[in-house]
């Protein structure tokens, strides 16, 4: 608190001089004449800086020359001197450069003295904080041409200004977001919008200043330009030609805002394309198909690319395309060289990608080709993760992850993340998500894959796992090792995951682990339990129906074109079990392939099963019973779906 007092001079010395300056002929007044002084203290606040004070004689009356000995001096007194007769004298008590002042409290008097005795009146001020907000514009546009746009907040007040920024749209946000300024202190808000999910125009958004200012909220209009921006993509990173087959199709995309204007071409001498060029609209696709001629790609094993150009934001995009004299997996149960500790499918890149600890690898395995390629990793892996197209694969370490080019088979870069990870999701939107194996209540670690910082968000039970939506758009997080569990659905549109909703129920269902179907719009839950996916509360998630004596399901898929569902539980049979998708109606259990040992047929266990979108194929990664005491204990069984039931 700032604080000033009066400087009073002994009453001897105040007489003395006042004697002077009246002059020596100045009569003396009877002794029993007093001085008065009114009110009896003075209080001024900013928001009252002028006050009266008033002086009278006793008796009424008598007249005395009066004058102000001392004041604090900050305050402003007027007059200050005259003579008292038989009227009251007013005095006007002012303090101006309170509004100007820091908060705080003043304290002094007003010393008055006269031939006829003395008086005094305490005087304090109290200068209330009264922080003003300013901004250098009143309005501000985030043009086409960039993402951001800048405004200076200034404390025009007094007094520390307590602020925060918010937002209308989700998609505008501010840095900082919130903070304290001095007295006349100023920072730089910087506004950063996420035009992706905006549509084509002028976005208007408001911003909220929030402060403790007393003229209340302040609201910057901002205007954010969303140019028309078409994005290009391919569903699939490579088109993979086996013995014996010249034409593939794959579908290019345009997610984006505007129409995209392509051209595609096709490796040089041995491959075509149609259609060659076109127009697509937001949101529209285009289904390309890749031909090859295998006599002049020659008799070894050749590949080039298919490469789209475009007006696409994105800029060039390309697919690789394969021509190999190889003949595919067989069908029947291929033993692998190593233990599985976790696989993922991507259907549109025809790839199973494993990791192992022992030795530490990711393996790639082409089920068109059947040509199996591997990369050495530099710690034991945790769990995998591939983008939907199969370009790269993502995999956790204890503390660390490695992302892997798999057209190249070459660990492009290693990430830090503070976290021994359990799972990942890897959408192709250019973060990956991780999951953490250990503690408690825990937060998704959110990687940027552009710049390596690594964002918590988002409250999870460690051991959570992710499941990426058909759409790329969302997440869901089954809660695992609680009862009674749930799954939580998160947003992945604007990169660090955003809370949407939790499933309708609360102890009636279980869930465990999650598998979606090949269209989105099934969850099969570990329980073997089924649910309705949707973009609408409530209805997400809703119940569909049981997979019957499934047990625990520890692997599940379907397939639209066979009209099946696949699962691998720990049922007494340890087979494949099928499943009408239609209502969900048991159709019976394949025996999975047996293992040779020593002592003869081995029988194994499921835990992941895959089905190709041509409904043909069904893969199982299996694993021999540990009684069988095999040194290769893990394999990779190929069934044909027409044979299933």
Request: with cysteine.
């Amino acid at each position: 608190m700032a604080e000033a007092r009066a400087r009073v001079r002994p009453w001897s010395a105040l007489l003395l001089a006042c004697t002077l300056s009246c002059g020596g002929d100045s009569p003396t007044a009877p002794a029993d004449t007093e001085l008065l002084a009114a009110p009896s203290q003075v209080v001024l606040t900013d928001s009252q800086t002028v006050d009266t004070v008033y002086l009278s004689a006793k008796p009424q009356g008598i007249s005395l020359e009066w004058k102000l000995a001392s004041k604090p001096d900050w305050l402003t007194v007027s007059p200050s001197s005259g003579t008292i007769r038989s009227d009251i004298v007013t005095i006007t008590v002012s303090a101006p450069q309170l509004a100007t002042m820091e908060p705080g409290q003043l304290f002094g008097r007003l010393e008055f003295i006269a031939n006829g005795g003395t008086a005094s009146v305490p005087v304090g001020a109290v200068v209330q904080p009264n922080p003003v907000v300013r901004l250098s514009s009143a309005t501000v546009t985030i043009p086409e041409t960039t993402d951001t746009a800048r405004v200076t907040l200034t404390n025009a007040g007094r007094g520390a200004l307590n602020w925060s920024a918010t937002s209308s749209a989700a998609g505008l946000t501010s840095s900082p977001g919130s903070g304290t300024l001095a007295t006349g202190a100023s920072t730089v808000l910087t506004l950063v919008a996420k035009k992706g999910p905006m549509p084509v125009g002028t976005a208007k958004v408001n911003v909220t200043i929030k402060s403790n200012q007393r003229a209340g909220d302040v609201t910057l209009p901002v205007s954010i330009v969303v140019p028309a921006a078409p994005v290009a993509t391919l569903s699939t990173a490579r088109l993979v030609f086996p013995a014996g087959v010249t034409s593939r199709t794959l579908w290019l995309r345009n997610p984006g805002k505007g129409d995209l204007h392509w051209s595609a071409t096709a490796p040089s001498g041995w491959g075509a394309v149609t259609p060659g060029s076109g127009t697509l609209t937001v949101g529209d696709s285009a289904l390309l198909t890749v031909a090859v001629d295998r006599a002049a790609a020659g008799s070894t094993d050749v590949s080039g690319n298919l490469d789209i150009a475009s007006d696409a934001l994105n800029g060039p995009v390309s697919a690789l395309v394969e021509v190999t004299s190889a003949a595919g997996l067989s069908l029947g149960l291929t033993v692998l060289d190593y233990r599985v500790v976790d696989a993922e499918y991507s259907a549109s890149a025809g790839i199973i990608a494993t990791v192992s600890d022992n030795p530490a690898k990711l393996t790639v395995i082409d089920v068109e080709s059947g040509r199996t390629s591997s990369v050495a990793l530099a710690l034991p892996p945790g769990c995998v993760a591939l983008e939907p197209d199969g370009r790269y694969a993502a995999v956790c370490h204890n503390g660390y992850m490695s992302y892997v080019n798999l057209l190249t088979m070459q660990v492009e870069r290693t990430y830090a993340v503070t976290t021994d990870a359990l799972d990942a999701v890897l959408p192709g939107n250019g973060w990956l998500y991780v999951f953490p194996r250990h503690d408690q209540w825990e937060s998704i670690r959110n990687i940027n894959l552009s710049t390596g910082v690594e964002t918590r968000a988002g409250t999870i039970y460690a051991g959570a796992l992710g499941r990426l939506n058909r759409a790329g758009t969302a997440i869901y997080v089954p809660t695992m090792g609680l009862s009674p569990s749930s799954v939580d659905k998160y947003s992945i549109t604007n990169g660090v995951v955003q809370s949407l909703w939790s499933s309708p129920y609360w102890g009636e269902h279980s869930y465990g682990n999650l598998w979606l179907s090949e269209d989105g719009g099934r969850i099969y839950a570990a329980s073997g339990e089924v649910f309705w996916t949707a973009d609408v509360r409530g209805q997400d998630m809703s119940y569909a129906g049981a997979l019957a004596g499934s047990g625990t399901v520890f692997g599940a898929t379907d397939s639209r074109e066979r009209g099946r569902a696949y699962v691998v539980s720990n049922d007494n049979s340890h087979g494949l079990r099928v499943y009408d998708t239609q209502y969900l109606a048991f159709r019976g259990v394949v025996p999975l392939p047996q293992f040779t040992g020593g002592s003869g047929p081995i029988s194994a266990q499921g835990y992941f099963v895959f089905a190709n979108p041509a409904g043909d194929r069904v893969y199982v990664l299996e694993r021999a019973d540990p009684s069988g005491g095999l040194a290769h204990d893990w394999g990779l069984a190929v069934l044909d779906a027409g044979a299933l039931p």
